[in-house]
């Protein structure tokens, strides 16, 4: 089986994707700062801690290890964070991206799958988003991760890296067996923080926005499992040498924050306390995938489409987290 080193596996996405790719017998090794991840969430896979920044530890690494590809996760990814600082962001995401690429064909390492957003379209002008979407992000976070894919065709063009980038959607749930879920700090995700307010850990949910013009009036958003996610990247890894682009990873269904916070109360059992608030700047009132190429390319369907069934995952984490 092929040496894979996920760069972020300490982190939500890569946590998960780390330990579905061991399961399935690939030889994982997994790079992180723990800035935002967690060492609880690499579980016995071999964690390597080091910086992105840092081009000395990241030679050891790749002298170390005989790796054949990678997958790379490790950013950072608020939005507010980002339009208030944006030379953080270019920093880590871009910066950081540019070391691991160049230290990876210094090895001789062409193999990359990438965590890519939605975010790198901006507003829609269409429904559902296919990949032909013209991508204009609205925040430097997503100026970010467009500049990196940018920089994966060129490097493709100059150097013949193979790569995939995948752009999910709203990612959610946490792993069937409840040993790893989503953990961030500060968290700002929805279905956490419905969770938590219904588990009483905080005083309420805040609605951003009940006068969008959806049958509720409020958000819709694409929410794709976490493992569904994991999978993909698996997927991802075995199609490098014939495919290279970008993918959407979305279930392509619309949910509201209302029937979020509806599912939420029925897998509990319990009332969610909400407050109506204005709308977030920069929301779109929709944001749903079309995912008919990653199923096409990779020959993925999501298993989780009932928001229910993602939302119970998540819930069980919440109420046996770890970290
Ligand atoms: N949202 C909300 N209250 C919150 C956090 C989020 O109403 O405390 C809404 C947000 O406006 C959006 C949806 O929930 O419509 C999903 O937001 P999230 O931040 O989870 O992901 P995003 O879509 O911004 O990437």
Sequence with gaps: MPKVLIVGGAGYIGSHTSRHLAKQGYDCIVLDNLSCGHAAAVGNIPLEKADL????????I???????????????????????????????????TMNLLDTMLAHGVRKIVFSSTCATYGQPHYLPMDEKHPQAPINPYGQTKLTIEKMFADYARAYGLKYIALRYFNAAGAAADGCIGESHHPESHLIPLV??????????????????????????????HVEDLAEAHRLALEKLDLFQGCLNLGTGIPTSVLEIIRAAENVSGKVCPTVIEGRRPGDPARLYADNRKAAEILGWQPQYTNIEEIVRTAWNWEMNRKF
Aim: aromatic share 12%; hydrophobic share 40%.
């Design 195 to 224: 969770l938590q307010a219904i588990a009483g850990k905080r005083e309420n949910i805040k609605i951003f926005g009940k006068d969008y013009d959806t049958p509720d009036g409020t958000c819709l958003r694409d929410y794709i």
């Design 62 to 96: 790749f002298d170390k290890y005989d790796i054949d590809a990678v997958i790379h996760f490790a950013a950072f990814s608020l939005v507010g964070e980002s339009v208030a600082q944006p030379g953080k962001y270019y920093r880590n995401n871009v910066c950081g």
């Design 53 to 60: 920044l840092d081009m000395a530890s990241l030679q050891a």
